[in-house]
């Protein structure tokens, strides 16, 4: 029996199943190119900055989409963005910004300047007992620094085609072979039967055999037990 399999005859049965083994063995092996992906240190600037900010006297959060180089402001908090940078693609999701942040209700605080990360944001943070403040991510359009186009992986060049052993190949059955080089023989020489009786016909016996004693010499008294006497 035959069935059609991706516009293709394959032969069912275990026949079918020895013949794709041989055919798939027969296969050359190539070497596969590693995916492309970004140094881990690659950041990729973006025109917009978008800062969450937290008040805490009625909990209410605000959103706050702010271009590079302006400000915005929320209550008696004004927001300013120098630059706001994120990761490219391949690499893990993060955004950092750098801000200028001043609250005119509170004057003796100094305001703060410095970046903020969204993954890692209690690495730097906004000491005001009234605002809280968190950088959310980047947005619009890519500007200075660019990431660049993804770097070129090439496919490794095996030396061989053959797979070794220990990564899954199969290694060449060994030939048996005598202790002089030749053919072992599957049967024993007819010449020379290999025997399965005593020479003599008798069938073994099972009790031990006794000890040889010099000819000549009578076998000494045996001594008395201390116990008997």
């Keep these: 029996m035959m069935k059609l399999w991706s516009d293709r005859v394959l032969p069912c049965g275990a026949a079918g199943m020895i013949l794709l083994a041989g055919i798939s063995g027969a296969r050359a092996a190539t070497g596969v190119a590693p995916p492309a992906m970004y140094p881990a240190a690659t950041w990729q600037g973006q025109s917009q900055a978008v800062v969450r900010v937290l008040d805490r006297l009625d909990a ?40 200028h942040l001043k609250d005119s209700s509170d004057p003796q605080r100094p305001p703060f300047d410095g970046w903020m990360l969204a993954q890692e944001p209690s690495v730097a943070t906004y000491g005001s007992p009234l605002y809280d403040v968190r950088v959310v991510s980047c947005a619009g359009a890519p500007t200075a620094p660019q990431a660049g186009p993804l770097p070129v992986v090439k496919a490794p060049v095996l030396a061989s085609a053959e797979v070794p052993v220990e990564e899954g190949g199969d290694a060449p059955a060994p030939q048996p072979g005598s202790a002089s080089g030749g053919p072992v023989p599957l049967a024993p020489d007819s010449h020379n039967p290999i025997p399965l009786a005593p020479p003599s016909g008798a069938a073994p016996s099972l009790a031990p055999a006794v000890p040889a004693q010099p000819s000549g010499q009578p076998l000494p008294a045996p001594e008395a037990d201390p116990g008997l006497e």
């Design 60 to 99: 209410h959060l605000e959103l706050l989409t702010i271009p590079v180089g302006g400000s915005a402001t929320y209550h008696s908090l004004s927001v300013g963005v120098e630059a706001c940078v994120s990761r490219p693609q391949t690499l893990a999701t993060d955004a950092g910004a750098l801000l």
